[in-house]
C-alpha cells in the first residue's frame, strides 16, 4: 500500500464547529498533514458540544470529526501568536478558515499577509454567505443556508411544513466537500505554477448550485411545483415514499419504465404499468392505490418481498438499522476509531487502506512539537507559553 496521495500536504486549520473540521477531515484521512489552530480561550466549541465519553472528556463530536489532525493552541490577537502562525505559514500548503469576512485580515494572518511569504499558498475561506455581497456579514447556521438557497422551501410532504433534515446539507456539502474541490483544484494549480489562489466557499452558493430539480423546473414550467409535487419530491407515483401498515415506510425509486414495470409485476398490478410518470389524474388514483396497498402490509413484509427483486425498492431505514445494514458493513464504513464507531472515508481508493494515523487531538496536544519544527528553542517556546501566546 502506498502513502495517502495527499502526503506531504501541509494545511493549518483554523476552522471550529462542523463544516471546516469536515473539510480538514477527507484531507487529513487522505494523506495530508493537518495542523488544527485553537485560540487559547475556548478553542473549538465542539469540545464541549453534544454528549462525551466521560466528564472531562471531548465530546464524540469533537473526536469524529478531528481524527488524523495534530493539535495547537495559539493567540492571534497576540503579535507574537501572528508571528507564530507566519512562521508556520512560510512551508504550508493550505490554510483554511471560517471566521467572518474581514476577521482574519485584522488580526495580520489573512491571504494578502500570508502571500508575501508563500506565493504558492492555497487560502481557503468558508462562510455561509461568501467574501461579498449584501449579506456578507451575516449570521447563519444550515437551516438559514437552505432557506435562503430555495431548497428547504422544496424538503417535506404535499400540503405540509418544510421538513429540517438531520443532515447539514449547507454545513457538509456546501462547506466541507465544495471546499475541499476548489483546495485541491488550487493546489493541483500551485504545483504547476507556483502560484496559489484564494478560494472563496460560501455554503449558501453550494446548496444553490446543486438544486437542479428547482432550476429545471422552473426552465421547464417558469416556476416550481408545490413541496411535494414535484419529479424527484413525491410527484411521481414510481418515485416516492409510501406508508405501511406499521408506520414505517418503503422508498420506491422506480423511475426507469423497466423498473416500474418489474415493480408492478412484484406487487401483481401489471394494470399501472402505463402511470408510474404519470402526473394526471391517473398519477393521483395510481398513488392513491399504492398507499393504501403498502398501508396492508406491515414493513418486514415489503421489505422480504422485495430483496430479490430489482427495481429500486427499499425500505426507509432507521439511522440505527443503517448502522447494521449488510451492505455497509460490508464496505466498511463504521470501524472503531478511539473506542468510538466513526465513520469512514466516503471514497475507496486503490493502493491506499483508510488508516488512523491518530485519534483527535487533545489541547495543544503537538504545540511544543509543531513549534520545536518550526525552528523555536526551548527558551523562546517557554517565554511564548508564560505570556499565553500558547
Known amino acids: 500500500m502506498t502513502d495517502g496521495p495527499l502526503a506531504g500536504l501541509k494545511i493549518l486549520d483554523l476552522t471550529r464547529l462542523l463544516p471546516g473540521p469536515v473539510c480538514t477531515l477527507h484531507l487529513a484521512d487522505l494523506?495530508?498533514?493537518?495542523?488544527?489552530?485553537?485560540?487559547?480561550?475556548?478553542?473549538?466549541?465542539?469540545?464541549?458540544?453534544?454528549?462525551?465519553?466521560?466528564?472531562?472528556?471531548d465530546s464524540f463530536f469533537f473526536r469524529v470529526v478531528n481524527r488524523n489532525k495534530r493539535g495547537m493552541r495559539l493567540d492571534l490577537k497576540q503579535q507574537a501568536?501572528?508571528?507564530?502562525?507566519?512562521?508556520?505559514?512560510?512551508?504550508?500548503?493550505?490554510?483554511?478558515?471560517?471566521?467572518?469576512?474581514?476577521?482574519?485580515?485584522?488580526?495580520?494572518?489573512?491571504?494578502?499577509?500570508?502571500?508575501?511569504i508563500n506565493p504558492r499558498i492555497v487560502?481557503?475561506?468558508i462562510t455561509g454567505y461568501g467574501q461579498d455581497g449584501p449579506w456578507r456579514d451575516r449570521a447563519g447556521h444550515d437551516l438559514n443556508y437552505?432557506?435562503?438557497?430555495?431548497?428547504?422551501?422544496?424538503?417535506?410532504?404535499?400540503?405540509?411544513?418544510?421538513?429540517?433534515?438531520?443532515?447539514?446539507?449547507?454545513?457538509?456539502?456546501?462547506?466541507?466537500?465544495t471546499a475541499v474541490m476548489g483546495i485541491l483544484a488550487a493546489v493541483i494549480g500551485a504545483r504547476a505554477t507556483g502560484a496559489g489562489r484564494y478560494v472563496d466557499v460560501a455554503m449558501t452558493d453550494a446548496t444553490f448550485a446543486h438544486a437542479y430539480t428547482g432550476l429545471l423546473s422552473v426552465l421547464a414550467r417558469g416556476q416550481t411545483l408545490p413541496r411535494g409535487m414535484d419529479d424527484l419530491n413525491g410527484g411521481l407515483p414510481g418515485y416516492r415514499l409510501y406508508r405501511t401498515q406499521d408506520g414505517r415506510y418503503m422508498a420506491v425509486g422506480a423511475l426507469e419504465p423497466k423498473f416500474w414495470q418489474v415493480f408492478c409485476d412484484a406487487i401483481g398490478r401489471p394494470d399501472l404499468k402505463p402511470f408510474g410518470l404519470a402526473r394526471d389524474a391517473d398519477g393521483a388514483r395510481t398513488?392513491?392505490?399504492?398507499?393504501?396497498?403498502?398501508?396492508?402490509?406491515?414493513?418486514?413484509?415489503?421489505?422480504?418481498?422485495?430483496?430479490?427483486?430489482?427495481?429500486?425498492?427499499?425500505?426507509?431505514?432507521?439511522?440505527?438499522?443503517?448502522?447494521?445494514?449488510?451492505?455497509?458493513?460490508?464496505?466498511?464504513?463504521?470501524?472503531?476509531?478511539?473506542?468510538?464507531?466513526?465513520?469512514?472515508p466516503p471514497l475507496k481508493m486503490s493502493g491506499l487502506e483508510f488508516a488512523v494515523r491518530s485519534p483527535a487531538p487533545k489541547v495543544s496536544a503537538d504545540g511544543t512539537a509543531l513549534l520545536r519544527a518550526a525552528g523555536y528553542g526551548e527558551a523562546d517556546i517557554e517565554a511564548l507559553r508564560v505570556q499565553g501566546v500558547i
Request: charged share 20%.
Open 287 to 344: 398513488r392513491r392505490e399504492l398507499e393504501t396497498l403498502f398501508a396492508s402490509q406491515p414493513l418486514a413484509h415489503w421489505a422480504a418481498q422485495f430483496e430479490s427483486v430489482d427495481c429500486g425498492v427499499t425500505p426507509v431505514l432507521s439511522f440505527e438499522e443503517a448502522m447494521e445494514n449488510p451492505q455497509l458493513r460490508a464496505r466498511g464504513m463504521l470501524p472503531e476509531i478511539d473506542g468510538l464507531q466513526q465513520f469512514a
Open 146 to 177: 437552505i432557506a435562503t438557497s430555495g431548497v428547504l422551501d422544496q424538503i417535506g410532504t404535499e400540503d405540509g411544513a418544510p421538513a429540517i433534515p438531520n443532515l447539514q446539507i449547507g454545513d457538509l456539502l456546501g462547506g466541507a466537500l
Open 123 to 125: 487560502y481557503c475561506a
Open 31 to 57: 494523506g495530508a498533514e493537518v495542523i488544527k489552530i485553537e485560540d487559547t480561550g475556548a478553542g473549538d466549541y465542539a469540545r464541549t458540544m453534544g454528549l462525551g465519553a466521560a466528564p472531562g472528556e
Open 81 to 116: 501568536g501572528v508571528e507564530v502562525f507566519l512562521r508556520l505559514a512560510r512551508d504550508a500548503d493550505v490554510i483554511v478558515e471560517s471566521f467572518r469576512p474581514g476577521v482574519v485580515d485584522k488580526l495580520g494572518v489573512g491571504y494578502t499577509a500570508v502571500r508575501e
